[in-house]
């Protein structure tokens, strides 16, 4: 769906803990991350955090892109 939309996006399927996972994408300089877990999917769908800040935004799997390319034209505040 990201890549469909223009928007590169790697995809960690490693067995590594989450933390190890965020901070391992925070080293190599990737400007958004998304991740679905059993609370944000309880929340009504995905956590969209920009590494170089502390919000963090649950957003609808439909609101997804419009929500991501928002962030990466410098604008925030996606909420679904």
């Known amino acids: 769906m990201l890549t469909n939309a223009g928007i590169p996006a790697l995809f ?5 803990s989450p933390g190890v996972k ?7 300089g990737l400007p958004l ?10 929340a009504g769908g995905f956590e ?11 957003t609808t799997r439909q609101d997804l892109v419009a929500c991501l390319t928002k962030h990466l ?6 909420n679904s």
């Open 22 to 28: 965020f901070a391992d994408a925070d080293l190599i």
């Open 73 to 78: 034209v410098g604008e925030s505040g996606c």
């Open 12 to 16: 960690d399927d490693r067995t590594e």
């Open 48 to 58: 969209v955090k920009r590494r170089l800040g502390q919000e963090k935004t649950i």
């Open 33 to 42: 991350r998304v991740a679905a877990s059993a609370k944000s999917l309880g």
